[in-house]
């Protein structure tokens, strides 16, 4: 309980318990004169009989003296200063606990305001679907773009739709369309069919031990990923913004360049004869065109396309001047 105005507190050792300068003398005449009427009291003090009584009721308040009839009694000040001290010790454990708490905050409140200051740009729309016609939608989303098709194939025993996808694919790959597919090991003993129609149709199929998450990169224009990373269940978000796109369509790459090749199926899929992948090479050393080449095969422009990316793909080329240098290396030419 404040005894005076914050301005006199610093003058009195007492201030901090709330004591001014003037109601310590008071105090210690009290101490000196314990039992003394008031009105004694107050001519001792020089002051007259109401501000001294006034004051003596503000000790009171507090428990430093007891006011007795017109008697002032002073409690020992062990006892009266001493529970004085210790509530202020508590109160100011508590300010410092409510310090401690405001310096916790600084860190969010620091947070908050860098983020009003912060560029805003607009919110990307991103697409859940839950259920639905999934082959449909693969099939528009593969017709938006002409780029390669990329699968991370966890469970293709569980998707509902695996049919219409594969028998949709397998037209794409007959169209010339690339597509490349990794599959989880165990996909050879529980599924080999599923992995043989798409792999006999053209598709480069590889296997991990483990596949990841389901995932579906449709050329630049789209991908499809679980709402869940890793949880195999019929929610996926569909991505059209192209950095994600991209940067998902590079997260295959390393699995890819991780994963092994399934020789069964490789030679299965080697239609083309020694002869036939020679001509290939000459040409496209010799600086054919697509439709030149197409002619002197029989074969049509998309399906020269995609030997010509099996050709690069089987040789670790990146480009068809590439993939010349590697084919006379090795001694085709």
Excluded: C
């Excluded at 001792?44 to 109401?50: K, V």
């Excluded at 195999?232 to 796109?245: G, K």
């Excluded at 050393?285 to 089987?314: C, H, P």
């Amino acid at each position: 309980m404040s005894l005076s105005s914050s301005s006199s507190l610093d003058l009195s050792p007492l201030g901090v318990l709330g004591f001014s300068a003037r109601q310590e003398s008071l105090y210690r005449l009290v101490l000196r004169n314990s039992g003394s009427p008031m009105a004694v009291l107050a001519g001792l003090a020089g002051l007259p009989a109401g501000e001294f009584r006034e004051q003596m009721q503000r000790f009171a308040g507090v428990g430093m003296v007891e006011l007795r009839d017109e008697q002032v009694v002073a409690r020992p000040p062990q006892e009266a200063l001493g529970r004085l001290l210790l509530e202020e010790t508590r109160r100011v454990h508590s300010r410092a606990d409510q310090l401690d708490a405001v310096r916790g905050l600084l860190p969010s409140l620091h947070a908050d305001h860098l983020a009003a200051s912060a560029p805003r740009g607009e919110p990307m729309p991103v697409e859940v679907l839950r259920g639905g016609d999934l082959a449909q939608l693969i099939r528009s989303l593969s017709a938006a773009s002409s780029g390669d098709l990329l699968w991370l194939r966890p469970d293709p025993w569980n998707v509902s739709a695996v049919h219409e996808i594969d028998d949709w694919v397998i037209d794409l790959l007959g169209s010339g369309r690339r597509s490349r597919a990794i599959y989880p090991a165990a996909v050879l003993e529980r599924a080999p069919e599923l992995i043989r129609s798409r792999a006999d149709a053209g598709e480069h199929v590889r296997v991990l031990s483990e596949v990841p998450t389901r995932l579906a990169v449709l050329g630049t224009a789209a991908a499809l990923i679980g709402e869940r990373f890793g949880v195999q269940d019929e929610h996926r978000l569909v991505l059209r913004q192209p950095s994600i796109v991209a940067s998902l369509a590079l997260m295959f790459e390393g699995l890819w360049d991780r994963a092994m090749v399934v020789p069964a199926l490789e030679q299965d899929r080697s239609e083309e004869s020694t002869t036939s992948r020679r001509v290939l090479v000459r040409l496209l050393a010799g600086g054919a065109k697509d439709e030149q080449i197409g002619r002197a095969l029989g074969i049509s422009v998309r399906t020269v396309r995609r030997r010509i990316a099996d050709l690069l793909d089987g040789l670790g080329a990146e480009s068809r001047f590439q993939a010349g240098a590697e084919a006379a290396r090795r001694g085709w030419l």
